[in-house]
Nanobody, 124 residues
Framework: QVQLQESGGGSVQSGGSLRLSCKIT????????MAWFRQVPGKEREKIAT???????DYVTSAKGRFTISLDNDKNMMWLQMNSLKPEDTAMYYC??????????????????WGQGTQVTVSS
């Protein structure tokens, strides 16, 4: 069974950086597409970055140029490097996976498995 576990959340000041980690246990076809989501209370969960097993990446517009998603298939680890953080980045961040590798984009990715979430708080 696929299991995902995020870590690395915390509190930072505006302009700071944070790196989130996602440990992937029992990778399978259900982890062909990996993604990071975030959610603010009262709002929909937002896809912010995707990566497939070949390393192809996609980002939501607000994350482009600031966030970098990466994946190490051998270590079964995924990361989200977040730079130039803004207060509006404050959210619960989730690691997620899905089976459809050829639709592994922010627009089309659908998650089958989720981590428990890690809180990111950016203060001004």
């Amino acid at each position: 069974q696929v299991q995902l576990q995020e870590s690395g959340g915390g509190s930072v000041q505006s302009g700071g950086s944070l790196r989130l980690s996602c440990k992937i246990t029992n990778p399978s076809i259900s982890t062909n597409c990996m993604a990071w989501f975030r959610q603010v209370p009262g709002k929909e969960r937002e896809k912010i970055a995707t990566i497939d097993k070949l390393g192809n990446t996609d980002y939501v517009t607000s994350a482009k140029g600031r966030f970098t998603i990466s994946l190490d298939n051998d270590k079964n680890m995924m990361w989200l490097q977040m730079n130039s953080l803004k207060p509006e980045d404050t959210a619960m961040y989730y690691c997620a996976s899905g089976p459809i590798w050829d639709q592994c984009t922010v627009a089309r990715m659908r998650a089958s498995y989720w981590g428990q979430g890690t809180q990111v708080t950016v203060s001004s």
